[in-house]
């Protein structure tokens, strides 16, 4: 079965790739001053590198969200971005360009 073509999983939706989202763009609007390349291929590895270390945290309706939300500033948030951090600094170490 072809789920994407059955249902409308627009719904399904992974807050830690959010979080990781909006704390690496936090990181990176002084990164060019800091020496972090900001190339497409350096910020894409950064957040993989941080998502790969960091457990899902999938929601599919409107509560999901809320509880979501919630852990915003708690101990996940935290590992969040001590992922982001590290991811940061493993790929300044090592760009991914040429």
């Known amino acids: 079965m ?3 073509k ?3 999983l627009s719904f399904l939706v992974n807050d ?5 989202l909006e ?3 936090v990181l990176l609007e002084t990164a060019e001053a800091d020496g972090i390349c900001v190339c497409q291929d350096c910020v894409v590895d950064m957040a ?3 998502l790969n270390t960091l457990e899902p ?3 599919a309706s409107l509560l999901g969200t809320m509880y979501a939300h919630a852990e915003k500033e ?3 948030a935290e590992k969040v971005r001590a992922a982001v951090l ?8 090592n760009p991914s360009h040429v």
């Open 86 to 93: 590290a991811a940061v600094g493993r790929v300044k170490a």
């Open 74 to 76: 708690g101990d996940y």
């Open 57 to 59: 945290k999938y929601h």
């Open 48 to 50: 993989a590198l941080a």
């Open 23 to 25: 704390e690496l763009g």
């Open 2 to 4: 072809d789920l994407e």
């Open 16 to 20: 830690t790739e959010r979080m990781v």
């Open 6 to 8: 059955n249902y409308d």
